[in-house]
């Protein structure tokens, strides 16, 4: 399995910024595809997760009405667009898989490599 993520860059505070995962590697319909992030110094955290096959998305609550998740399987693609952004967002972004929904990063198996979003006051 094979996660790339792309789309990171500098936004100025209450900008927007898209982020794209491609996937690849197998078939991921029992998957959920999760997205994490990580401020140096701090733990990685939950973002937001879609169900692959149902759609069904779960997000952080700081993050509900400002982030969304999506998934494009045509293009085995999912993507997080991120509105309002605040310093605060600044971190590293990760998205990974696996099998069933958890909001648990130790719980996930497969990973990209992280894009960094950093968002100037």
């Known amino acids: 399995v094979q996660l790339q993520a792309s789309g990171g860059g500098l936004v100025q505070a209450g900008g927007s910024l898209r982020l794209s995962c491609a996937a690849s590697?197998?078939?991921?319909?029992?998957?959920?595809m999760g997205w994490f992030r990580q401020a140096p110094g701090k733990e990685r955290e939950f973002v937001a997760a879609i169900s692959w096959s149902s759609g069904s998305t779960y997000y952080a609550d700081s993050m509900k009405g400002r982030f969304t998740i999506s998934r494009d399987k045509s293009k085995n693609t999912v993507s997080l667009q991120m509105n309002s952004l605040k310093p605060e967002d600044t971190a590293v972004y990760y998205c990974?898989?696996?099998?069933?929904?958890?909001?648990?990063?130790?719980?996930?198996?497969?990973w990209g490599q992280g894009t960094q979003v950093t968002v100037s006051s």
């Open positions: 590697g197998r078939s991921f319909s029992s998957y959920a």
């Open positions: 990974a898989a696996r099998w069933g929904y958890s909001d648990r990063p130790y719980e996930y198996d497969y």
